[in-house]
């Protein structure tokens, strides 16, 4: 662990880091947050977006409009797509050859769920 982690200081800054997040490495400043026994871990550039995102998410507890959204992060819109494809549109060929493949070829299918 390096000394800055330890005392607490930003090393780019020579400023006190937020309760829940610490300094990493060169450009890598992580926050955590428990929230309901899960913690939730992210990673910023900077401290600036990571102080942000701790005082935004201790806002959603305390306001009670906090939702999970970890789960949502991994799964790209292609896949769900690509699913309703298989599962509910195999039997409607228009569906299936043309519309379907058309929104596959959008780019907005390579966003995450939660985005």
């Known amino acids: 662990m390096s000394e800055s982690a330890r005392s607490g200081i930003d090393p780019a800054t020579g400023k006190p ?17 428990m929230i309901d026994g899960k913690r939730l871990r992210k990673t910023f550039a900077s401290l600036a977006p990571a102080r942000r ?5 201790r806002a959603e507890v305390d306001l009670r409009q906090f939702k999970d959204t970890s789960s949502s992060d991994k799964i790209p819109l292609r ?22 493949p058309a929104l596959l070829d959008d780019p907005v299918v390579d966003v995450t769920l939660s985005e």
């Open 17 to 33: 880091l937020p309760k829940g997040g610490w300094y990493r490495s060169v450009d890598q400043y992580q926050a955590r947050k």
């Open 53 to 57: 995102w701790l005082t935004e998410k």
């Open 79 to 100: 896949r769900l797509v690509e699913r309703y494809r298989d599962e509910c549109m195999a039997h409607r060929e228009a569906d299936h050859t043309r519309h379907i």
